[in-house]
């Protein structure tokens, strides 16, 4: 669910490979927290976040 956000948010600019990179570096983040993320982003940021920045807000959510 939550990698099919960023394609429909940011579809033509996520790559397969891309795609890819970004569910192995976020498959040890629970789902609910990832999608929260990934929600938070989409109305923050004009352009596709980084994995890192994923996982920072992730952190932030999960801490939270």
Do not use: C, H
């Not at 795609?19 to 596709?48: G, H, N, Q, R, W």
Request: no cysteine; proline share 5%.
């Amino acid at each position: 669910m939550a990698l099919g956000m960023l394609k429909a948010a940011w579809g033509n600019k996520l790559t397969d490979e891309q795609a890819k990179l970004y569910l192995l570096m976020t498959k040890d983040i629970p789902e609910p927290i990832l999608v929260k993320a990934i929600e938070a982003l989409i109305k923050e940021s004009a352009f596709l976040p980084t994995v890192a920045e994923i996982r920072s807000r992730a952190a932030a959510l999960y801490k939270a």
